[in-house]
C-alpha cells in the first residue's frame, strides 16, 4: 500500500541532544513538508521541498534542519537550539503538480518530548 | 494577520444532527483553494473536501459540504447526520496560488464532540 510512514511514533529528547524524525513515503510524490503541531496551536510549517536536493524555511525553522537526498526520504533534525521542542510532528507530501487542488497526504506523526 | 481564522475552540452537538464549522480566510491571491482535514485522537490527517476559488458550486462529499461564501471569504465545514465517529478535531487549511509544491496554511482548529 503506498503511504507515508513516520518513525518513531514516540521518542525522547535530552537537553542538549540532536534527535532526527524519519518520514519516508512511496507515493513517488514530488513535494514534502514538515509541520509541527502545539496544542491550540494548529499545524505550523517548518519546512518543504518541492524537489530533491532543494528545500526551503516554513514559519518556524529556526532550531531545527532537514535534508532531501532521495525523493522518498525527508528526514526533520530537531537540533539543541529549538529550546521547546515538545511537540506533535507531522510529515506530509504532495504530487507537485501545481494545481490549487493538490492536497496533502500525512503520516501518522511522531510526538517529541523532552526528558 | 491570521490567514486562517477558526473562531469555535469547541462544538458539541447531538448524534443525527447537523453541525457548521466556521472558517473565515485571507488572502489577495485569485486562485486559491480551501480545505478542510479531520483529525482523531490517533492523530492522523485525513481530508475531508476541497474547494477551489473558482469554484461556482459548493462542493459536497457523502455527508461533508463546504459553505463557500467567496465575497466573505468564508468556508464553513457542513456535517450533516453526526455520527459518534465524527467526534474529532477539524482543520481548515487553504493553498494560495497554484505553484507546484506550495504548501498548506493551518488554521488552529475546531475541537467536535459527539454525544448520544
Known amino acids: 500500500d503506498g503511504g507515508i510512514t513516520q518513525s518513531p511514533k514516540y521518542l525522547f529528547r535530552k537537553e542538549g541532544q540532536n534527535v532526527t524524525l524519519s518520514c519516508e513515503q512511496n507515493?513517488?510524490?514530488?513535494?514534502m513538508y514538515w509541520y509541527r503541531q502545539d496544542p491550540g496551536q494548529g499545524l505550523r510549517l517548518i519546512y518543504y521541498?518541492?524537489?530533491?536536493?532543494?528545500?526551503q524555511k516554513g514559519d518556524i525553522a529556526e532550531g531545527y534542519s532537514v535534508s532531501r537526498e532521495k525523493k522518498e526520504s525527508f528526514p526533520l533534525t530537531v537540533t539543541s537550539a529549538q529550546k521547546n521542542p515538545t511537540a506533535f510532528y507531522l510529515c506530509?507530501?504532495?504530487?507537485?503538480?501545481?494545481?490549487?487542488?493538490?492536497?496533502?497526504?500525512f503520516g501518522s506523526g511522531t510526538q517529541l518530548s523532552v526528558l | 494577520a491570521q490567514k486562517i481564522t477558526q473562531t469555535q475552540p469547541g462544538m458539541f452537538v447531538q448524534e443525527k444532527e447537523a453541525v457548521t464549522l466556521d472558517c473565515t480566510y485571507d488572502?489577495?491571491?485569485?486562485?486559491?483553494?480551501l480545505f478542510w482535514y479531520k483529525q482523531p485522537s490517533s492523530g492522523e490527517m485525513i481530508f475531508l473536501i476541497y474547494q477551489g476559488s473558482y469554484d461556482e458550486q459548493n462542493a459536497t462529499e457523502g455527508r461533508y459540504s463546504l459553505n463557500f461564501q467567496k465575497a466573505r471569504k468564508s468556508a464553513n465545514l457542513v456535517i450533516s447526520a453526526s455520527q459518534l465517529g465524527d467526534s474529532a478535531m477539524y482543520f481548515c487549511?487553504?493553498?494560495?496560488?497554484?505553484?507546484?509544491?506550495?504548501?498548506?496554511?493551518f488554521g488552529k482548529g475546531t475541537t467536535l464532540s459527539v454525544s448520544s
Open positions: 487549511a487553504m493553498r494560495e496560488g497554484n505553484q507546484a509544491g506550495t504548501a498548506l496554511i
Open positions: 521541498s518541492q524537489i530533491v536536493n532543494d528545500f
Open positions: 506530509a507530501s504532495s504530487p507537485g503538480v501545481g494545481t490549487t487542488d493538490e492536497k496533502l497526504f
Open positions: 488572502t489577495s491571491d485569485q486562485s486559491y483553494g
Open positions: 507515493l513517488n510524490h514530488d513535494a
